[in-house]
C-alpha cells in the first residue's frame, strides 16, 4: 500500500507538468471573444472546428485552456510568494531567535500588528489598491504569509543556539554571521520545507479568492478564481464554468495538503496548527 | 489578573496604533488620487486643487499623519468619498449582518466539529477516526467560494429551495453559515480530536474507567471539559477573525456585510471607508484575540499561576 502515499506527489507533479508545458501546447487568448461559440457544454464542437472538451464560457472562450493557463498563474503565484516569505520569513524569524532582545521585540510586536487584520483583508486592501499586476499579487499575499515561516525559525533558532556546539563557536570566536549559516540555519531548513508546502496551498487559495474578487491580477491574467466568477452568472445554463476550475483547484488543495502532512510528520516541529 | 489585563490593554493600544498607522501608509502609498477620483474625469484642475485643500490632501505626509491619528482616537475618518456619509458610520450599519452571519457560522462549526472530534477522539486510530480525518483534509481543501457557488448551485437554482443571495430572511442565512462554517468544522474536529485524545490518555481517565464509568460517561463527563480548553481559544480567535474575513463568503452571497463594503471600496478609492473598516477590524480581532486569551487562563488553572501565558 506504499504507493498510496505517492499519490500526492503524482498528482503535484501532473499540475506541475500541466502548469509549464500546457500554455505551450494549448493556444489562449483571454482577450478573443468568439461569440458564436458562448456558453457550449463540455464536448461541443466550436466554429473553428476543433471540440471544447469543457466547454466554453459566456464569451466563448474554452474552459480547458482556462484550467491550464489557470494552474501555471496558480503554480507561479504560489511558488513565487512562498520564495519570497520563506526567505523573508527564515531570515527575519532566524535572526529574531538567536540575537533576542530588542530585535526580538520590535519583531513580535510587528507581527502582533500585521496578525491585527484578517489576512485576506489585507491581502484585499494592498492588492486592490495599487496597479494590478503579479507583482502587486505576491506582495500582498507574502505580506501575511511571512509570518509563519519568522515564528518557526524562530523558534528553531531559539533552542537551537542554547546548543553546545553553537556556544564553542562563540567561544572560538567565529563570526555571528557564519555562526548563523553554518550553526543555525540548517536546523530550519526541514520545518521550513514542511510548512512551505502548506503555505503554498493557502497562498493558491487565497489568491483564487482574490481573483474571485476581481482584484488583483490584470484583466489579461487567467485565474482559476477569475473562471469561476465568470461562470457565476450562468450557473444555471452552463454550470461547468464555475464547477471544473473549483475541481481542479480543490484537487490540488487536497493534495498538497496531505504531502504537507506527511512532510510536517517527518520534517516538523511540533507547530500546532496555523490560525488564519 | 487585574495586571494582565492592563497589560494586555497597554499592548492592544500600541497594536491600534501600529495598525492605524499601517493603514495610513498603505492608503497614502497606492497610487490614485482621491480629489480627481471624487470629481470625475472631467473636472477641471482649479476643482480639483481646491477639493484637494478642502480634504485636507496637499499638507505635509507627517501633518496628515499627525491629523489622522487625532481623528482616529476620536473614531472620526471623514465621509465616504462615495455616500457622503461618515465613513464610520457606513461600517458600523454593516456590522450587525456580519455579526449574524459570523455567530451562525460558528455556532455550526463548532457543534459538528465538536461532536465529530469526539468521535474521532474517543478511539484514536478506529474507524471512525479515518473517516473524519479524511474528511477534515477535503474541508479544509475545498476554496469556500467555489463551495458557496455549488450550494447555490444545487439548493437556490437546481432545488430552488433557498435563496441564491441578499439577507433578510433567516432562509437566507442558511447557505452562506453553513458554507462559511465547513473549513473551521474541520479545524474545530481536528483539534477537538488530537485535544481528547490527549486527554484521554491521562492517569485521571484511568482511574474513571475502573470505577466502571461507560466510555460514554469517562469522554463526555471528565475528559470533555479539559479538551474543550484550545477549542474555546481557537473559537475566539475564529470569530473575531469572522468579523473582517468572511469576505469572499459574502461576496459570493451578496450578504450586506463589513467585507463587501471593504471590496467595493478598494474598488472605488473610497479610502475613508477603507481606513474606517479595517480599522474597526482590526479593533475587534484585538478584542476577541484578548478575550480568547483570558478565557484561556480562567478555563486552565495550569497557567494562571504564572500570570501572563504569552
Not at chain 1, 19 to 32: F, M
Not at chain 1, 165 to 176: E, K
Not at chain 2, 92 to 112: G, H, K, Q, Y
Request: hydrophobic share 55%.
Amino acid at each position: 500500500m506504499r504507493w498510496l502515499g505517492r499519490i500526492p506527489y503524482v498528482v503535484l507533479a501532473v499540475y506541475v507538468a500541466v502548469a509549464i508545458v500546457g500554455p505551450l501546447v494549448i493556444d489562449y487568448n483571454p482577450v478573443l471573444t468568439i461569440l458564436d461559440d458562448r456558453l457550449l457544454a463540455p464536448g461541443s464542437r466550436v466554429s473553428s472546428g476543433g471540440t471544447a472538451w469543457l466547454g466554453t464560457d459566456g464569451l466563448g472562450r474554452d474552459v480547458l485552456a482556462q484550467l491550464v493557463y489557470g494552474a501555471r498563474t496558480s503554480v507561479l503565484i504560489g511558488v513565487s510568494t512562498v520564495l519570497v516569505s520563506s526567505v523573508v520569513g527564515t531570515a527575519i524569524g532566524t535572526v529574531a531567535g538567536y540575537f533576542r532582545g530588542w530585535l526580538d521585540t520590535v519583531l513580535s510586536r510587528g507581527i502582533d500588528i500585521l496578525l491585527a487584520f484578517p489576512a485576506i483583508l489585507l491581502a484585499i486592501v494592498i492588492a486592490g489598491s495599487f496597479q494590478r499586476s503579479v507583482l502587486v499579487v505576491v506582495i500582498a499575499l507574502s505580506a501575511t504569509a511571512w509570518i509563519s515561516f519568522a515564528r518557526v525559525t524562530r523558534s528553531t533558532a531559539l533552542s537551537v543556539r542554547e546548543r553546545a556546539w553553537v556556544d564553542a563557536a562563540r567561544v572560538l570566536g567565529v563570526p555571528r554571521r557564519s555562526i548563523l549559516v553554518r550553526h543555525i540555519l540548517p536546523f530550519t531548513i526541514g520545518p521550513v520545507v514542511a510548512l512551505a508546502t502548506l503555505e503554498f496551498a493557502l497562498v493558491v487559495l487565497a489568491e483564487a479568492g482574490l481573483s474571485f474578487l476581481g482584484i488583483g491580477l490584470p484583466n489579461s491574467a487567467v485565474s482559476w478564481g477569475q473562471t469561476i466568477a465568470n461562470g457565476k452568472q450562468y450557473l444555471a445554463t452552463a454550470w461547468w464554468i464555475s464547477a471544473l476550475p473549483g475541481f481542479a483547484l480543490s484537487l490540488l488543495i487536497i493534495n498538497i495538503g496531505i504531502l504537507g502532512d506527511q512532510l510536517t510528520a517527518r520534517y516538523g516541529r511540533g507547530q500546532t496548527g496555523r490560525l488564519r | 489578573m487585574i495586571r494582565v489585563i492592563v497589560k494586555r490593554l497597554l499592548v492592544g493600544v500600541f497594536v491600534m496604533w501600529g495598525a492605524a498607522s499601517l493603514i495610513f501608509v498603505i492608503v497614502r502609498v497606492a497610487p490614485g488620487d482621491p480629489a480627481s477620483l471624487l470629481l470625475g474625469p472631467d473636472a477641471e484642475p482649479e476643482q480639483v486643487r481646491e477639493l484637494t485643500a478642502r480634504l485636507g490632501l496637499d499638507q505635509p505626509l507627517v501633518v496628515q499623519y499627525v491629523h489622522y491619528l487625532g481623528d482616529v482616537v476620536r473614531l472620526r475618518f471623514g465621509d465616504s468619498y462615495l455616500f457622503n456619509r461618515p465613513a464610520m458610520a457606513e461600517v458600523f450599519e454593516r456590522l450587525p449582518a456580519t455579526a449574524e452571519l459570523m455567530l451562525a457560522s460558528t455556532t455550526i462549526a463548532v457543534v459538528l466539529g465538536l461532536g465529530l472530534g469526539l468521535l474521532a477522539g474517543g478511539r484514536p486510530g478506529g474507524a471512525l477516526d479515518r473517516v473524519v480525518s479524511a474528511c477534515t483534509i477535503a474541508l479544509q481543501s475545498f476554496p469556500t467560494f467555489w463551495i458557496g457557488i455549488m450550494f447555490i448551485l444545487i439548493f437556490a437554482l437546481s432545488l430552488r429551495l433557498l435563496p441564491s443571495a441578499g439577507a433578510g430572511t433567516p432562509e437566507h442565512l442558511i447557505l452562506p453559515a453553513v458554507t462559511l462554517a465547513l473549513p473551521f468544522t474541520a479545524t474545530v474536529a481536528r483539534l477537538t480530536r488530537s485535544s481528547v485524545a490527549e486527554t484521554m490518555r491521562e492517569p485521571y481517565i484511568q482511574t474513571a474507567r475502573s470505577k466502571g464509568l461507560t466510555e460514554r460517561q469517562v469522554l463526555l463527563g471528565h475528559s470533555l471539559r479539559n479538551s474543550l480548553i484550545p477549542v474555546v481559544t481557537i473559537v475566539g480567535l475564529h470569530m473575531g477573525g469572522l468579523m473582517g474575513g468572511a469576505v469572499v463568503v459574502e461576496n459570493v452571497f451578496a450578504w450586506p456585510g463589513v467585507g463587501t463594503l471593504v471590496v467595493d471600496a478598494v474598488a472605488n478609492r473610497d479610502y475613508t471607508v477603507v481606513q474606517a473598516a479595517t480599522f474597526l477590524v482590526a479593533g475587534i480581532v484585538m478584542a476577541f484575540n484578548l478575550v480568547a486569551d483570558l478565557a484561556y487562563s480562567q478555563l486552565d488553572p495550569r497557567i494562571r499561576v504564572d500570570g501572563d501565558a504569552a
